[in-house]
């Protein structure tokens, strides 16, 4: 029966694949993509994580868990295999699996679906399940602290100045997308300030007035977000009240920044956890009515399967298909970010290690599988409406009239009216450059939800869309800052003691303050850079995203290689090979690239060419001097990613050859043998 | 029929209550019946806040 079913799926999954891949010329549903996504996530969590579970990783369902051995009735807790599913998966997913498919889309539908799939399947899914194990096999420690263990100190000095690292770059990015989606938009501007004071009031709520009624509050936060997107509406048809949410890029740039601070140094139960709270259940609701609505509507995809920009000339972002399709998608293929959540939470509530699939390999399936939504969301746009959306003024002109003209040079015909039927359809003044991929997401996901469930509401579903997206990167900021602020902390301790102290206010207040203006400064260059600021800072998250990602996997290699799995190290070495070479040549490119639209040291080199010349217009000769900076800085960057990923994989192969040498390296940190005493038939696993 | 769906709905009620953590007190309780230790347990009150403060000391999120 399981053979049947497997060869079925394969045959079915191939064959959609196959479609999508040799698909041209006429339009290709969404159905496609859908079909081949579903048939080979299943086939992999299926027969390739089954396989790895029984051969590679060997789960012993005899063996106790830290969840159970540990268990204090709070952290540590034998959790339903399913809860266990459903808190990962939304521990894991943010607004970066809709913004990265989004953006690579420039590129055509095809390589980046491609990857999202290939990549989630035997890259990202075997990644988040493999930490998962090892992080429950070390009662529940973090990747940081499993990569000292296992490799040695610089290993795991490495892994923390990494992590410290992509925290402060994906703050600021996230923080770019949504000051550009709520730039001039008083509809957007007001249903996302909305969401505070309701956060707030659902804090209150939980705290003192019905405490821990987590489901009551969120649902009651649930309503009033609606209301304040109802209400946002009304805003903006209010000239005198529109006039007051009608807020510039670097206004709204400090709010975010000043936001994150207030937030960083608040207790986290004012604004933190009830947002979180109303987001978990937002982000559930939202990724089964998106399935069910692409189900109902079935779109259309207009973008063609491969763009022109393959070669590099791209504008949403700089760079070849070949890595930067890679390094763009992200979250929805393959994050290293994942690992730190994979041995954070969740392998404290697993009660049996047959679970570890479900939730590491199962939950990312699902992740990815939201990728693809993000793709069908942005491909069923016209392609000219796309890349008027998602291309700055710098690189298109500032008009409309220019803009239609570039655009339409390109070969994807778009006119100023289509894009003025679109922004007024959807509540907005223009739609016109609002880079970073919420806005252009936003319009799909309204097209999809307009259709099936009702055509005259586009406003509101843009902006229910875009306050979504919100919700998600808004807790991204705090929870990045307050993460980032017990690295600095910590590390700040070895210098005065009392400042590593987490909760001695002094400490608090500088350790905030330092990392808030670590990502501010990367947001308000982003705000003035006139090419988008996206197309400099996606990029660079995507490298750190995926070093992060190659330091998890040799991580997992390692110990691989040293628990005498040698034969089975390609599992975990596979990817990661490929994400090396991903990251390197993105890196390499990024920092030797002679032309100024790729390299960061040509770009500065060319700007402060222009500027002594004096070829520069004068609103772009003022903030030339923070461009220049900041593209070295970013280049410098880049080098230290490049320079940690290879500390981290060069101590990995270094620590695997002595131990194949039989050469004394780190004992394996595996907490010993204790036999489960949980009644296995009531936790749904079968002894076989 | 009508009992079938009636425990579907009811599995995915407490489903989803495990996963909000609007159970967690709860389990706490049982979880403190069970092992009887010798201080009183906390509130609810108590137990939320205790909860909060834990879950946020560390990476928890992602992008």
């Known amino acids: 029966m399981q053979k049947i079913l497997g060869i079925l799926l394969a045959v079915v999954g191939g064959f959609a694949l196959g479609g999508i891949a040799l698909h041209r010329a006429e339009p290709i549903n969404a159905l496609w993509l859908v079909t081949a996504a579903i048939c080979i996530y299943v086939l992999g969590f299926r027969f390739y994580a089954k396989w790895i579970e029984t051969r590679v990783f060997v789960a012993d369902y005899t063996r106790a868990t830290p969840a159970e051995r540990l268990n204090n009735g709070r952290d540590f807790l034998p959790t339903h295999r399913w809860v266990v599913f459903g808190h990962h998966f939304a521990a894991i997913a943010g607004a970066g699996p809709l913004v990265g498919p989004t953006l690579a889309m420039q590129f055509g539908y095809l390589p980046g679906t491609l990857w999202i799939i290939v990549g989630a399947v035997l890259g990202g899914c075997v990644q988040d399940m493999m930490i998962l194990f090892m992080s429950t096999r070390r009662d529940g420690r973090s990747l940081g602290k499993i990569a000292r263990d296992e490799l040695g100190p610089v290993g795991g000095t490495a892994a923390m100045l990494g992590t410290l690292m992509i925290v402060l770059i994906i703050i600021a990015v996230l923080g770019l997308v949504v000051v550009n989606a709520m730039k001039h938009s008083p509809w957007a501007t007001f249903t996302v300030f909305a969401t505070l004071p309701i956060a707030v009031f659902v804090g209150f709520y939980l705290r003192h007035w019905r405490p821990g009624q987590v489901l009551e509050g969120s649902l009651i936060g649930l309503v009033l977000l609606l209301a304040a997107v109802v209400g946002g509406g009304h805003v903006a048809e209010n000239p005198a009240l529109a006039e007051m949410f009608n807020l510039s890029g670097v206004t709204l740039a400090a709010f975010v920044i000043g936001y994150g601070w207030i937030a960083a140094i608040l207790p986290v139960w004012v604004l933190l956890a009830p947002r979180d709270y109303i987001s978990t259940f937002l982000k559930i609701a939202v990724v089964v009515m998106l399935a069910v609505a692409i189900l109902v509507m079935r779109p259309e995809i207009k973008m063609p399967a491969l763009t022109q920009f393959i070669d590099g000339t791209g504008p949403v972002f700089a760079g070849k298909v070949f890595p930067f399709v890679f390094i763009t998608i992200a979250c929805g293929a393959l994050s290293g970010f994942h690992a730190l959540v994979s041995s954070g939470t969740t392998p404290k509530m697993v009660s049996n290690e047959r679970d570890i699939r479900l939730a590491g390999y199962g939950s990312m399936a699902v992740e990815s599988f939201v990728g693809i939504m993000a793709v069908i969301a942005a491909t069923l746009l016209d392609p000219g409406v796309y890349f008027a959306i998602n291309t700055g003024a710098g690189i298109v002109g500032s008009s409309a009239e220019a803009a239609v003209q570039t655009i339409s040079g390109w070969g994807f015909p778009v006119t100023v009216e289509q894009m003025k039927d679109l922004a007024s359809a959807m509540g907005e003044s223009s739609l016109f450059g609002r880079t970073g991929g919420a806005p252009s997401l936003a319009v799909g996901m309204a097209s999809i939800f307009g259709s099936a469930f009702g055509r005259s509401l586009l406003g509101l579903w843009y902006h229910f869309a875009i306050m979504f997206e919100a919700i998600f990167i808004l807790t991204t900021v705090d929870a990045g800052t307050r993460a980032a602020r017990f690295l600095i902390q910590d590390a700040l301790g070895q210098l005065y003691a009392p400042l590593g102290r987490t909760s001695w206010y002094p400490s608090v207040v500088v350790a905030s303050s330092l990392i808030v203006a670590g990502w501010g400064y990367f947001l308000y260059v982003g705000v003035v850079d006139p090419n988008g600021g996206i197309n400099i800072l996606w990029p660079l998250f995507g490298i750190a995203n995926q070093m992060l990602a190659a330091i998890a996997l040799s991580v997992a290699t390692g110990i691989l290689i040293k628990t005498a799995h040698v034969k089975y190290a390609w599992v975990t070495g596979l990817p990661l090979t490929w994400i090396t070479i991903v990251t390197s040549t993105a890196a390499f490119q990024k920092i030797f690239s002679t032309d100024p639209k790729l390299g960061f040291f040509a770009a500065a080199n060319d700007l402060s060419a222009k500027l002594a010349a004096g070829a520069l217009p004068p609103e772009k000769a003022k903030v030339a001097g923070t461009l220049i900076f900041n593209q070295q800085l970013d280049g410098w960057l880049t080098i230290l990613f490049g320079l940690l990923l290879w500390t981290v994989l060069l101590s990995m192969i270094r620590m695997s050859l002595r131990h194949l040498k039989g050469l004394p390296v780190p004992p394996n940190s595996e907490a010993p043998y204790v036999k489960t005493q949980l009644n296995l038939a009531s936790l749904h696993v079968n002894a076989h | ?63």
């Open chain 2, 1 to 63: 029929m009508r009992t079938d769906v009636r425990q579907f709905l009811s599995a995915g009620l407490s489903l989803l209550r495990g996963v909000t953590g609007d159970d967690a007190y709860e389990k706490y309780l049982a979880h403190y019946e069970r092992t009887k230790p010798p201080h009183p347990p906390l509130s609810a009150e108590e137990f939320f806040r205790a909860q909060i403060d834990q879950k946020w000391n560390c990476v928890s999120g992602c992008c």
